[in-house]
């Protein structure tokens, strides 16, 4: 099967460098970039566990609606679509002393931490939301780079459970952050923030210390807006399975956005209580990461994307139900244990793709998954503000995540062929060039 990356007894592709072969096969280092990167991840975590909820929450009370929430989201999603395939594209061609992806973490840091840090001291909407977009463009930068540090330090035939002990680590903090770091903002409504600006500071320089694969990849070519897609949709076929990356997951998305107001808008729960709801479900992730993570390496994608998709019908069709604590509680949980399956989409990108080109072919992934969410976030919002109900962005993430898996399948057929006869399949898909097959037979 064609997402199987050919790797040799230590792990390691046969077609590296000497010189990328000998980090790949030093487990020590491996261990220590995968704590590192953990650590820094753990900072972000604990941090934005709490804030993102508290500052959606303190623009939605100071008179900021659904459907303007829903466009701010959307049209970050929409900007880092673009930002996303610039950025990495730049860091795969990067030839820093610091190496590819960490200097633009430490450009982008100090933006995320000095729009976090001033955002309780201002009451007036448009400051609030142009500290917002300050944030959301620095975290955006962030997110287009240091992440592909998780794939570039670790061999492929480990990566999932590598991931996987992240995931556990972040589990654990998200609940602390969750069930706890909400509550700062009744002790002093500065508190939290100033508190997750000095973690990002302690974590963010543990980053310094990660030693990056040794890949050297300079370009004379200028950037182009396709420059990222013409190397991560090189075989059509991946376009097929980036739509299925970025549109299975649609229900999740639904939620994580909405979960916050419905709670309080509709279920009439008061921010505490809310937390306490929600953080008990961040532990279950801790404990399904690892048994994940070894599934996909040794079964690979398919069942696992199959099993989340069962899993979030099953989250949607209780979602419909909801109506006290106990039952966002539950809720909750469902979705929770959902959420570790979802590593197995983005895995059959991550092991499909070269070293050299990691950049290019996730930014590509996130391009699409970004347009996507962008626009169902887009809609969501203003479905809800005409409806006053929170159970229509429910309802369109079910269908959207139903799209997705099919995609999913359909490329497993395409992948199942010869390339050249998927090439003509996905002609047959395009109309244009259905039409002009049609004619020439």
Known sequence: MAQATIVNAHGVMPDLSPELAAYYSNNRLMWKNVLLIMLANVGWTISFAFLGPLMLLRLNRLGVNEGTLGLLGSSNLWVVSFLVMYFSWKSDHCTSRWGRRLPFLFMSVPFIILSISLFPFFVWVPMLITLTIVQMLATDVKASTFPLLNIDCVRKDVLARMGSINAIACGLVAFVGVRYGVRLADVAEWLPYILGSGILCITTYAATFIKEPPIHNPTSETFKPWSALKVGWSDKRNIIMMLGVGTIHAFMCMYGTWVWLYAKNDLHIERADCANALSWSALIGVVLAYPIGWAIDKLGSYKIVSVFWVLQMI???????????????????????????????????????????????????????NMNIGTIVFISGYMIQQTHNYKTAFILGICVSTFGLIMFWIYRYLMARPKEAADIVLEVIDTKKGNECGQNA
């Open 315 to 369: 989250g949607f069709i209780y979602a419909m139900q909801v109506n006290s604590v106990n039952g966002l509680i539950i809720l909750s949980i469902l979705v929770c244990c959902a959420g570790p399956f979802y590593a197995g989409a983005d895995m059959l990108v991550f092991k499909t793709c070269h070293p050299s080109v990691v950049g290019s072919m996730t930014s590509s992934n996130s391009f699409l998954r």
